[in-house]
């Protein structure tokens, strides 16, 4: 029974990790869109690219490098 | 068999920060190379297919994705998951390969883009060039340890070079976010 219950939260845990890598996925694909947008639009506007370079990198160090992991040893899990 | 998963504990952090520090080390020479970009054409960027370089740039965050999740597969010993999830992410690597080196190398010489044809042209193949290289060494690891997955080499508790094959191919992303506006979308056309 609670092994049961532990493979269920584990297989949880796993359903949650891949949902938060799509919504990072949507993310990265509405900034990058937007990025595009801008060039076309505005070509000046050359700051709102940074912006959204830095935003993604963002998103991509830290849910899909996971970089907590270098500084919480082997704690956070996938 | 507990001081065995410690020290495979010990291993996989020590490995972890080495990764990491070369990974902070190759980014200097990717920085190097966007300020060469700025240094040599201002506020001017090469002549290049925007849509091109779009969709190459969408192949790469969407190989991004599915390496994330062959990762998260494999730490759940779901090896059917990582192989499929893997196989995704190198046939999305080769083709973004094709579409910068294959595609747009091509189309940009036959726009008169070329090494030594002006300072635009040096900066969009070398920097083009070095991310390609890195896209290759990626794909090779990935293959590496695709067919090491296949065979059952890694478990839920043990695959750390997965997680290092993973880590590089995002790093790569990462490198391509600032090349991608910096090449297609910021400044005007060179004349």
């Known amino acids: 029974m609670a092994k049961d219950k532990e493979v269920k939260s584990v297989d949880e845990r796993r359903k949650e990790v891949l949902r938060n890598g799509a919504i990072i996925l949507s993310l990265l694909g509405v900034l990058t869109f937007g990025e595009f947008l801008v060039a076309v639009i ?5 700051f709102i690219l940074w912006i959204a370079a830095l935003w993604k990198t963002f ?3 830290k849910d899909y490098m ?7 040893g082997d704690g956070e899990a996938h | 068999m507990a001081a ?25 020479v990717f920085g190097g190379l966007l300020v060469t970009r700025f240094v040599l054409l201002g506020d001017q960027r090469p002549e290049l297919s925007q849509g091109l370089g779009l ?5 790469l965050l969407l190989s991004s994705f599915f390496m994330n999740r062959g990762e998260v597969e494999m730490a759940h010993g779901n090896q059917k998951g990582f192989v499929r999830n893997t196989t995704i992410t190198l046939a999305l690597g080769i083709a973004f390969l094709i579409g910068v080196v294959g595609v747009e190398w091509p189309l940009a010489a036959a726009h008169g883009l070329t090494t030594d044809s002006s ?7 070398i920097m083009t060039g070095f991310h390609a290289f890195h896209v290759l060494t990626g794909v090779f690891l990935m ?3 695709l067919r090491l997955g296949r065979k059952g080499h890694f478990t839920a508790e ?13 790093f790569i992303d990462v490198a391509w976010i600032f090349f991608y506006p910096a090449l297609y979308l910021m400044g005007l056309v060179a004349g």
């Open chain 1, 42 to 46: 505005a070509p000046p506007w050359t």
């Open chain 1, 59 to 61: 998103y991509v160090v």
């Open chain 1, 66 to 72: 996971h970089i907590g992991r270098v500084f919480g």
């Open chain 2, 4 to 28: 065995h998963a410690a020290n495979y504990l010990t291993k996989t952090a020590n490995n972890r920060l080495g990764l990491w520090l070369f990974i902070l080390s190759d980014s200097f």
């Open chain 2, 55 to 59: 969709a190459v740039t969408l192949i």
């Open chain 2, 119 to 125: 300072a635009a042209g040096a900066v969009f193949y």
């Open chain 2, 143 to 145: 293959y590496v340890v």
């Open chain 2, 158 to 170: 043990k695959h750390w070079p997965v997680e290092a094959a993973a880590v590089y191919w995002h």
